[in-house]
């Protein structure tokens, strides 16, 4: 058991559109380098994905070109007490690694925080290998005050006084894994917000822009939202816009490919890569600078992101019956998620009046 309620690191990528992080590293370190590297992508991959435990040999290899890899840590979930495969999905390691990396310095109050739920749920995960029976384990998690603090007080009665895990438990435990994942994001929000008072105003949240939302009972998606700020911030149109796109065409209907890719782009049926998304951003306005046009094209990956999450929730299902009906979880998703960033807000204003 590597993950409880926060979601694993692979999930979250893919939720991103990366569907394979070995080979996203990979791809930097060569790029990077620019040398030939002592094991073959195969190795690489299987290394990172868990699937085959490696050699010492591989992992003093592979370590030695990833830095601050922790290779002691790794080795103890190899070949110490704990039997987990999957070493690359304790979020424990990425953690590790990344406070080892004294340059990086974005964020610190949500580092902290997450650090926190994620030693957490490593404990929680200690208990319950504890327990012997899975009633045991599951009035144990059942009644963790941790859980009841992201839950309404009828999914607290039903939890608390549960056995089994039937239906509306899991239902319940999925809505919450959803609470966490959002509470994380609301923990960034939150605090980009504050950090950018001076631009942005009081309680700034990018997320609560992309959120989807409703026009006339008309679904309208993160990615369009975010086309659609775009655009109304520049005064430019969606054909303006799809001028800057490259398309394999020098036909006389190349301008209708443009068009077409940038309807796949808005309605989340294909993905843009970061320099396309760079180039729409430098058509709209050829005085950003870099710094501005990374921003936009992260901008664009979250609501990649809150797109593919909307679509999974709005088709997940527990005995073929579904969870949330679409104006539901638009309404579910608005509400919990104001309610995390007015808390992680008035919590990180307050650190920071403290000088923490």
Wanted: charged fraction near 30%.
């Amino acid at each position: 058991m590597a993950n409880l309620f926060i979601l694993p690191p692979k999930e979250l990528l893919r939720l991103f559109g990366i569907e394979s992080l070995s080979m996203l590293i990979l791809n930097d370190i060569k790029k990077t380098l620019k040398i030939e590297l002592p094991f073959s992508d195969k190795t690489f991959k299987h290394f990172m994905d868990g699937k085959h435990k490696p050699q010492r040999n591989t992992i003093d290899k592979v370590c030695k070109f990833i830095p601050h890899m922790n290779k002691e840590r790794i080795e103890g979930f190899l070949f110490g007490n704990d039997n987990t495969k999957q070493y690359w999905t304790h979020w424990e390691i990425i953690i590790e690694d990344i406070n080892q990396n004294n340059n990086i310095e974005i964020f610190p109050h949500f580092r902290n925080k997450f650090e926190f739920l994620v030693q957490l749920e490593r404990k929680i995960i200690d208990e319950l290998q504890k327990k012997t029976t899975e009633n045991e384990k599951i009035k144990y998690l059942f009644n963790h005050p941790f859980l009841h603090s992201f839950l309404t007080t009828n999914e607290i009665k039903t939890l608390s006084e549960s056995i089994t895990l039937k239906e509306h438990e899991v239902t319940i435990f999925l809505k919450l894994n959803i609470k966490v994942l959002f509470y994380c994001i609301a923990y960034i929000d939150a605090e980009y917000g504050l950090d950018h008072t001076d631009i942005y105003g009081e309680k700034f949240s990018i997320v609560k822009i992309l959120l989807p939302k409703l026009d006339n009972d008309k679904y309208i998606n993160p990615i369009e939202l975010l086309f659609r700020r775009w655009r109304k911030k520049s005064g430019k149109s969606y054909e303006h816009m799809s001028q800057f796109i490259s398309v394999d065409t020098n036909n006389k209907d190349k301008s209708d490919s443009q068009k077409r890719k940038f309807r796949f782009w808005r309605n989340g049926e294909r993905k843009a890569s970061f320099d396309e998304i760079k180039n729409i951003l430098y058509g709209l306005n050829s005085e950003f600078d870099e710094y501005e046009l990374n921003s936009g094209a992260l901008l664009y990956s979250y609501a990649f992101f809150l797109f593919n999450l909307f679509n999974e929730l709005l088709h997940a299902r527990i005995n073929a019956t579904s969870i949330f009906e679409r104006n539901e979880l638009i309404e579910w998703l608005t509400i919990n998620y104001k309610d995390f960033f007015d808390t992680a807000y008035d919590e990180i204003e307050l650190l920071k009046a403290k000088g923490a």
